[in-house]
Every structure is written in C-alpha cells, then in structure tokens.
C-alpha cells in the first residue's frame, strides 16, 4: 500500500494563493455578469473606484490578471498559450499576448545587493553606475542596466529570488491538476493537458539555466558570424552566474513597434523578409533554433540595421540525420507524396501507435491537398501546422520535443512576418531552401557518402553475423534460447472466463439451497414460524438474492 505524502510548506502556500486567487476573480466574475451592477447605487461606485475598475474588467481581462497574480510560473504558461489560437478564442490570445513583454516587476527589489552578493565584489570597483529601475521584467527575471568603468553599456539578467522553489511547487501543482484534467474531461483529453505540462517543465527547467544560456548565445553567434544581417549580444563572462547573466546592451527597436521602425526609415516589410530568413537559416541550415521568437524577443538595431535576437534560454537542437528529415519531408509535402509523409513520419516519431495505416494517409493527403500550386501564395502556414498537429493526435504519433518547438516557433515567426508586412508569405522565403535541398540530394558527394555508409553498415553486420549465429545456436544447444510470445485479447478472455465461472459456481449454489429448502418445508423440519419451517424459509430468501443479484449483474453488463 503507497504511503501518504503529506505536501511541503512551500506546496501548501501555493495551493492556499491558487485557492485564494481564483476565489476571488471567480466571485468577481460572477459578480461582473450576474447583471447585480446594474443594481449597485451610482454613488457607492463613485466613493468606491477600486470596485467600479474590477467590474469593468472582461472575463479573459480576468484570466490573464489570475496568471500575473499566480507568478512566474502561470505567467510563462500564458505567453507560450498566447501562440495557441488553434485552442484559444481571439479575445484572450489578445490578454495574454500582453503577459509577453509586462510581467509584474520586483517589489523592494535592491538590485546592488543581490549584484554584490552573487558576484562577491564592490560594485563601484567595476561599474559607474547600476540603474535601480529594471528595463525589462519577465516571468523569471528581471534586467537592470548598468555602465562598467571603461564606458561599455551593459545589461544583468537576474532571476527572481526562490524562482526555482516556486516553481517546482507550482508545477507540481499543474501536473496534478492535468492528470484529472485527462481523467476525467473527455474534452481535456482531445489537448493532451499532461504531454504539454511535461513539455512545459522542460522548457522552464532549460530557461533556469543561465550558464547554458549563455553557451546558446555564443554558439548562435558562431552560427552567424560571418552574417552581417545579424546581432549577438556579448557576454561578459566574469559578471556571469547560473543565476545571473552580464551582457551588451542593444538599444534596438522590437519588430512589434512598427511606427518606430518607420520613423527610422526601416522598412517593414524588410524586416519580415530578413527576419524570417534568418529563423529558417537556423533550423534548415544550422539545426539550432530559438524556441520562442515573439515580437519582444526580436528587435532591429536603428544604426546598424541589423537585426538581433533575445533571450536565447530556450532552443531547440536539431540532430544532422533529422535535420535531412525535416528537408524530405518539406519536400514531399510541396509534391504531395502522402505515402513518403507517412514513412517519415513513422521514421522520425518517438512513439507510434497508429489504429489504422490508410485513415492516417487519407488525413495527410486531406491536409497537402489544401496547398494546392495555385494557391500556395495565401497558405498560413500556422493554420496548416495546426492541422498536422492534429492529424498527428489522432493517429497516435507523438514526435520528439524539439519538433514540437519548432512547429511553435514557426507559427510565431510567421505572425510576426504577417504583423509587419500584411501581404508576407513565409512560402516566399521557403524557395531558395527547397531548391538547396533538392541540389543537395543529388550532390554526388553526399550520395557517395550515403551509399559509403549503407557499406559500412553491411560490412559491421557481415561480421558479426557469424558471431550472432554461434551465440544464437549455442542457447538452442543449452536450452536457453527464450522465445516471447504475447497474447493478445487473453487477459479479457481470462476475466470473461472467471466471471462465467463464478456465475456458474453462484447457480450451483443457489440450485442446492432451493432443493435444500424444498426437503426441509416438505418434511416440516422444526423451529416453524407460523407453520412455514425457519430454515427452509431462509434458504429461499438467500436464493432469491443470490439470483437477483446474477440478473442484475447480466443485465449491467448487457451480457444475456
């Protein structure tokens, strides 16, 4: 029997602030739509603004004020639901687009302290100056800019204290609340609640490591080094914790503030070009890609041009071999070759379960049939990934991690391209690639490496066989060679077996006692009650339960 785990203190305060939350935005939900405001006086709402702003407030307002006043860890969970308007009506993917870049900032948050103590050093021996007021605030930290003494500006990234605790508390929370979630709604199951909680967690955790957020950064920019389209940020290392990151400050305008990119003559339809170029440079070129490109982590340096990317704590890694998957399968999907989808697919999964081989071609060949030729210049591919996500749940495929990241990511990168330039088409930027991609399958130095790889293959299995062939003969000789061989549909049978069995047992007995019964009141067998023996009246009343309880359970069962 498991033992009871009694929840941690840190646990308990956090389910009394959930409980304590959502109590009260749920009352003043009710509150705001039960029509009753229509009742309160003018004048108490007049002495009582506080009152009249809450009632004001729409029910995803609502939503999005519960996650910032949960913390960090809901308020991550809004910005990566914010990209999901597969799942989520427009009016609330607007109130959570606004938890992106306006997570609640630090109170009593004495940044020189918490610089001193994590770094152990005096900061005026490194810095002319620590600006108190944070530049940014996000769900897990907070920046602070700060100028070091040789006149480099400079900004620290510093996670928000016990973030780790509260998190682990918080998501534990999460994982309890979508297991019963997938119990028990039908509804909740068809989303998967407990797959993107663990996705979730993942995602959190890779974000909390600072230090291999910096390996990111620098290795995005060795990517890019010789791009002069693109910005890293510098790292200045010796200001660097795993809680705490130093690097360039890049005083950019972000690609979501399109009137302050015109005053600066940037084009920004250009931008979406570039920008989206650069995303696709990273997945089909460099297979390292970052996982969250929305508007606030993506700006455009004024002077320069250029255009940089932020927050590199979460990415996705594609391996080489996946990396020629992913160019096949772009390529069978602009021709069309559903069966050659399907076996990439099985190729790259981690998981199949597949009920049925021609449901799952017929549902692909449903969505590649909707990007006709024609009309391949207005294809979202957003709608059209969303749609592959949801063939893939319904034929019981699961994909690696990192896939599922890239499909977000470009589902973000392609609002973005839209939201700067209405007409952009992330098909445009797809060309070039496709035609690389078909210049290097037939590359003769990549295929002789392929088929030199096939020989090497056949040449390791060649010589082992033999050895494979002794191993396997010799535990025939012994006795040993165990052969596994399952049974399908046998526990079910085993359980209808039983329940026949038992019923059977049940009519035996009930039988016995009514013949039983029978003899004793035909022979008169004392003690009698009102001339009817008591022990023969007995056994009929426990065969009558007895029977009525096997009716009753037929008929349950519908089995009769």
Not at 218 to 239: G, K, M, Q, S
Not at 257 to 277: F, M, Q, T, W
Not at 520 to 531: C, D, E, I, R, W
Request: glycine share 4%; charged share 25%.
């Amino acid at each position: 029997m498991a033992a009871f785990k009694l929840p941690k203190q840190q646990e308990i305060k956090r389910y009394a602030t959930l409980f304590n939350v959502l109590a009260k935005y749920g009352f003043e939900d009710v509150l705001a739509n039960s029509g009753i405001t229509k009742a309160i006086p003018k004048s108490y709402l007049n002495q009582h603004p506080d009152t009249e702003k809450n009632l004001s407030f729409s029910t995803y307002e609502r939503i999005r004020m519960v996650l910032e006043d949960l913390g960090p860890s809901y308020v991550k969970l809004g910005q990566i639901f914010s990209n999901r308007e597969d799942m989520l009506p427009p009016e609330l993917i607007k109130e959570l687009e606004k938890l992106q870049d306006h997570a609640p900032q630090l109170k009593n948050f004495d940044v020189e302290k918490v610089l001193e103590e994590e770094l152990n050093i005096s900061l005026p021996d490194h810095f002319l100056s620590v600006d108190p007021e944070p530049l940014a605030a996000a769900s897990l930290a907070q920046v602070h800019r700060a100028q070091l003494l040789t006149g480099e500006e400079v900004v620290f990234k510093i996670q928000r204290p016990l973030i780790r605790e509260i998190i682990e508390s918080d998501l534990l929370i999460m994982k309890q609340v979508a297991r019963a979630l997938e119990k028990y709604s039908t509804h909740a199951q068809a989303l998967q609640p407990v797959r993107i909680i663990a996705s979730f967690e993942q995602s959190i955790h890779e974000e909390l490591q600072f230090l291999r957020e910096i390996e990111n950064t620098e290795r995005f920019a060795r990517n890019f080094e010789d791009n002069e389209l693109i910005h890293a940020p510098v790292i200045y290392h010796h200001f660097c914790t795993d809680s705490l990151i130093c690097m360039e400050f890049l005083d950019g305008i972000k690609v979501s503030e399109i009137d302050r990119l015109k005053a600066a003559n940037i084009d920004p339809s250009a931008v979406a070009k570039v920008g989206v170029d650069l995303y696709l440079a990273q997945i089909l070129e460099h297979g390292f890609f970052h996982a969250d490109p929305h508007p606030g982590n993506i700006s455009v340096l004024p002077t320069s041009g250029q255009i940089s990317f932020l927050d590199f704590g979460m990415m996705g890694t594609i391996m080489p071999n996946d990396k020629e998957v992913l160019g096949d399968l772009l390529l069978y999907f602009l021709r069309k070759d559903v069966k050659k989808i399907r076996i990439l697919l099985e190729k790259i999964a981690v998981k199949t379960d597949i009920p049925d081989q021609k449901k799952l071609e017929q549902d692909i060949y449903e969505l590649v049939s909707g990007v006709s030729d024609t009309a391949l210049g207005n294809v979202k591919i957003g709608s059209t990934l969303t749609q592959f996500k949801t063939v893939l749940y319904e034929n019981k495929i699961v994909l690696p991690h990192y896939l599922y990241m890239l499909i977000r990511g470009l589902i973000i990168i392609e609002g973005v391209g839209r939201k700067l330039d209405p007409a952009f088409n992330i098909s445009d930027n797809l060309e070039p690639y496709t035609a690389k991609i078909i210049g290097r399958r037939f590359n003769l130095k990549r295929l002789f490496k392929k088929n030199l790889s096939r020989f090497q293959d056949f040449n390791e299995l060649l010589d082992t066989l033999p050895e494979d062939l002794n191993t396997i003969l010799k535990k025939i000789k012994d006795g040993k060679l165990v052969v596994v061989h399952e049974h399908k549909g046998l526990k079910e049978f085993q359980t209808a077996t039983s329940k026949s069995v038992n019923r059977l047992v049940f009519a035996v007995i009930i039988a016995a006692l009514s013949i039983g019964s029978s003899i004793l009141v035909m022979a008169q067998m004392p003690p009698l009650v009102n001339g009817i023996p008591l022990l023969g009246a007995i056994g009929f009343v426990l065969s009558a339960l007895l029977g009525f309880y096997i009716v009753i359970s037929i008929f349950r069962n519908d089995q009769f």
